[in-house]
């Protein structure tokens, strides 16, 4: 979630114009950066969690991004801020 945030500030800043910019800035490739950006999109407190996850201290992050992607399409994410029950 952090390096969506980045990502974002660098544009807002100016430091970068468009994603190629931003990718090469980040050191990643594009399609990797469309999926750190696209974690922008997750509803706010996904996003907040994310951000409060404690620190993987060893180790790879059990957490991957396939699996925050379908966190969204969950029944009653998207349902429970529109006020549908499913």
Do not use: F, W
């Not at 790879?60 to 992607?69: G, Q």
Request: aromatic share 2%.
């Amino acid at each position: 979630m952090s390096p969506a945030i980045r990502m974002d500030e660098m544009l807002r800043r100016g430091e970068a114009q468009d994603t190629l910019e931003r990718a090469e800035l980040g050191k990643v490739s594009q399609p990797r950066l469309t999926q750190i950006l696209s974690l922008s999109q997750l509803a706010p407190e996904i996003q907040e969690a994310l951000l409060y996850l404690p620190r993987e201290m060893t180790g790879r992050s059990k957490i991957h991004e396939s699996c925050v992607r379908s966190l969204e399409n969950c029944a009653g994410t998207n349902n429970a801020r529109s006020g549908q029950p499913y």
